[in-house]
Nanobody, 123 residues
Framework: QVQLVESGGGLVQPGGSLRLSCAASGRISSINGMGWYRQAPGKERELVAGISIGGRTNYADSVKGRFTISRDNAKNTVYLQMNNLKPEDTAVYYC?????????????????WGQGTQVTVSS
């Protein structure tokens, strides 16, 4: 009923840039918080950046000053602009959305994940 579809991952050299996008579709009444997480091989999934419905943002210390999260509420889309990428940024990046879904008379809050997109930073 609700899908999050990520795009924009790929292979980039150190110091390069990538822009990730995540579009939410389906039975969506409203979207509260949205965010990006990442998981490197052998490591736990970690929060990279989050953004509230009002545009308040928060970032992991490791990406502050290099990554920028933004959202387009009209398009139900969240973006992650990643600059000055480092090899340690290599991971699968996942989109996350906390939203209201359902049908008239029966709405409920639920958290959704995208399928993930690979980001590899290597020379």
């Amino acid at each position: 009923q609700v899908q999050l579809v990520e795009s924009g991952g790929g292979l980039v050299q150190p110091g390069g840039s990538l822009r990730l996008s995540c579009a939410a579709s389906g039975r969506i009444s409203s979207i509260n918080g949205m965010g990006w997480y990442r998981q490197a091989p052998g490591k736990e999934r970690e929060l990279v950046a989050g953004i509230s419905i009002g545009g308040r943002t928060n970032y992991a210390d490791s990406v502050k000053g290099r990554f920028t999260i933004s959202r387009d509420n009209a398009k139900n889309t969240v973006y992650l602009q990643m600059n000055n990428l480092k090899p340690e940024d290599t991971a699968v990046y996942y989109c996350n959305a906390d939203l209201i879904t359902g049908t008239i008379g029966l709405y409920y809050q639920k958290n959704f994940w995208g399928q993930g997109t690979q980001v590899t930073v290597s020379s």
